[in-house]
């Protein structure tokens, strides 16, 4: 089984950093995208961030140019370095994998609390 622990969540205030992690605890498989997800209170889950096995990476329109995804999907491992932070961007942050080009993410992180303060 896949397991995903995401780390570095934590309290900032508007335009601060954080840089979130997530690695895998279990056995790894070799995902053909990696992303980052969140939700916050109240709303649907949201697609943030995603980086396949190529290198290719994808973003919100919310957070281009503010946030960057990287990461090694052979490994398991993926990181979500988040700048100028809004206090709309306050959220549990979710890693994820998905093993193939279409359909669900196959293993989800636990989640972390980013909390942004005006």
């Known amino acids: 089984q896949v397991q995903l622990v995401e780390s570095g969540g934590g309290l900032v205030q508007a335009g601060g950093s954080l840089r979130l992690s997530c690695a895998p605890s279990g056995r790894t498989f070799r995902a053909y995208i990696m992303g980052w997800f969140r939700q916050a209170p109240g709303k649907e889950r949201e697609l943030v961030a995603t980086?396949?096995?190529?290198?290719?990476?994808n973003y919100v329109d919310s957070v281009k140019g503010r946030f960057t995804i990287s990461g090694d999907n052979a490994k398991n491992t993926v990181s979500l370095q988040m700048s100028s932070l809004k206090p709309e961007d306050t959220a549990v942050y979710y890693c994820a994998a998905r093993a193939g080009v279409i359909g669900r993410y196959n293993y989800w992180g636990q989640g972390t609390q980013v909390t942004v303060s005006s």
């Open positions: 980086i396949t096995d190529s290198g290719y990476t």
